[in-house]
């Protein structure tokens, strides 16, 4: 038995799934009949929100939905919607233009953080769910949990006037941010933008899907390099989502621009999946921060419908960003979940017996990419058994733990 800290997850959406705590979960479901039949005997009148759909495994018609009350259905991605007849109804009055666009995925890649802010503000921030969310996070072995995209100003204030805070930290819109003030703006690590959409909407940006895709850019070279100037004006982080490789390249090319004004504050490539050897070795020289997630190995596998075989090998290449464009695991190479799943178990397997030899990590540079400093807190208990290649944790914490 090896004992590691509990983790740190550097890319989360703590408050967006903590307000989510209360959705109708369809993560383990895996047949539409389960799923609507989940939905009906959870319904809420008032707005139903369920989260974590697959639609690799079954796809909804709006006759299924229409006859529910309001109800919206996020997939486990977070990058595509439905919604029925009565939540449309709703959302016109504050966000007609979602309604208007929903099925235009272009649109919807570019207002993402909008829809799913919106979302997430049906259920109101209160203190005591943070409280309630943060035992839940350590419960599942995760000590400190990043949010990557914070717009709710009473989250904010709440931080601000809580400076004793150690568990969790914020990224917020470039929309935003000018508009904070100074104690507001402390809070806050940095500010996140979107350049491709994802692989559970086929919208993320690689060179080519096995079946009917939308891979996309969110920005032209021109506009997206135009925005990261306005970003650096802002003297903060910045947390750039790039999965694909056209999207990763982009975003270097675009980086390599401001190259002398980079350095100050960090700059983050956030997924990263399919980085190429050549990018990772000027990602390195730019002096950028890789925020992966090695839960996301399983794309490998789960994804092999989309993606054809190099693609599925080329998912997550950590052997080759470690040892061969040596970022350093900690330093420059950081790890968290974006909460699908959250917690220990959704990671430890697949770093050290992933699906592709080129994902593995080693037990020591997991706990320094992934987990806090000590062990004060409470640890996980590691059994790692080489023959059958299984990982079993376990989770010993202090209960009623401060924030
Ligand atoms: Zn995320």
């Known amino acids: 038995m090896i004992k590691i800290p509990l983790l740190k997850d550097h890319h989360n959406h703590f408050f967006t799934y903590s307000a989510l705590n209360n959705a109708i979960d369809l993560f383990n479901v895996n047949a539409k009949d389960i799923a609507l ?31 529910f009350p309001p109800l ?34 272009n649109w919807v890649e570019k207002n993402l953080m909008q829809i799913i802010s ?6 109101k921030f209160n203190k005591d769910d943070y409280e309630t969310a943060l035992n839940i996070l350590l419960a599942k072995g995760v000590y400190f949990a990043s949010d990557m995209f914070v717009t709710d100003t009473a989250i904010i204030d709440f931080l601000s006037e809580n400076s004793q805070n150690k568990r969790t930290e914020i990224w917020t819109s470039p929309n935003l941010f000018p508009k904070l003030n100074n104690k507001q703006k402390s809070v806050c690590k940095g500010v ?19 079946i009917n895709s939308n891979p996309i850019l969110t920005h032209t070279n021109t506009e997206l390099s135009q925005k990261i100037e306005q ?19 982009q975003t270097i090319t675009c980086l390599e621009n401001h190259k002398n004004r980079l350095g100050k504050y ?7 999946q399919f980085i190429t050897k050549k990018q990772a070795f000027k990602a390195k020289d730019l002096g950028l921060t890789l925020s992966m997630q090695p839960n996301f190995n399983m794309d490998s596998i789960i994804y092999s419908d989309r993606l054809d075989k190099e693609y599925c090998k080329a998912n997550n290449p950590f052997r080759m960003l470690i040892d061969d464009a040596s970022f350093i695991p900690g330093k420059d190479l950081i790890l968290g979940s974006d909460g699908m799943p ?47 290649k299984k990982i079993i944790s376990r989770i010993i914490f202090k209960n009623n733990l401060q924030y």
């Not at 919607?81 to 235009?104: C, G, H, Q, S, T």
């Not at 919106?118 to 259920?123: A, L, N, T």
């Not at 996140?192 to 994802?198: L, P, S």
């Not at 970003?231 to 390249?249: P, Q, R, S, V, W």
Request: hydrophobic share 40%; net charge negative.
């Open 266 to 272: 960090p700059v983050r490539l956030e997924h990263a």
């Open 37 to 67: 039949k989940t939905i009906s005997e959870q319904q809420n009148p008032k707005m139903t929100i369920a989260k974590g759909w697959f639609d690799t495994y079954y796809n909804f018609a709006q006759t299924d939905i229409n006859r």
């Open 192 to 210: 996140k933008i979107f350049t491709d959409g994802a692989l559970g909407a086929y919208t993320a940006a690689i060179k080519n899907y096995k």
């Open 342 to 388: 959250t917690g220990i178990e959704g990671c430890i397997q697949q770093s050290i017996f992933p699906p592709i030899p080129e994902q593995k990590l080693s037990l020591d540079e997991f706990v320094s990419a992934y987990c806090i400093d000590n062990t004060k807190y409470g640890h996980i208990e590691i059994e790692i058994d080489q023959l059958k």
């Open 118 to 123: 919106y979302i997430s503000r049906f259920y």
């Open 231 to 249: 970003l650096l004006d802002f003297n903060t982080g910045i947390a750039i989502h790039c999965i694909g490789d056209i999207a990763i390249e």
């Open 72 to 105: 919206i259905i996020i997939n486990n991605s977070l990058h595509k919607y439905l919604f029925n007849k009565a939540a449309a109804e709703i959302i016109k009055l504050d966000f007609p233009e979602w309604v208007k666009n929903n099925n235009n995925q």
